[in-house]
């Protein structure tokens, strides 16, 4: 079955630029949306970027917009998210997920990975 393992986390100052990675194992773009949520302390957890099955949609939360970049690479076997411009409020568990279906849903992921902790303070 399908899992997936993200990497990338850490410490990084205010302003800075972060790369998180997520492994996915027997990934096939055309069948799944894949994309990255976060989970801050004490809140719900929220969708940042997703992919469309077939990639022809890229969807950017307002809160990251112009900062983050949602990507693959050129085997579509790994997801990245270029992180920049980082803010304290940026600080969450970072998880990336999957869903065989056109777009990413929240509630209706398939499967996810264990998260990467992102912190952004000074």
């Known amino acids: 079955q399908v899992q997936l393992e993200e990497s990338g986390g850490g410490l990084v100052q205010p302003g800075g630029s972060l790369r998180l990675s997520c492994e996915i194992s027997?990934?096939?773009?055309?069948?799944?949306?894949v994309g990255w949520f976060r989970q801050a302390s004490g809140k719900e957890r929220e969708e940042i970027s997703c992919i469309s099955s077939g990639g022809d949609y890229t969807f950017h939360a307002d809160s990251v917009k112009e900062r983050f970049t949602i990507s693959t690479d050129n085997a579509r076997t790994t997801l990245y998210l270029q992180m920049n411009s980082l803010k304290p409020e940026d600080t969450a568990v970072y998880y990336c997920a999957a869903r065989r279906g056109y777009v990413c849903l929240k509630r209706s992921m398939d499967t996810w990975g264990k998260g990467t902790l992102v912190t952004v303070s000074s």
């Open positions: 027997e990934f096939n773009l055309e069948y799944y949306a």
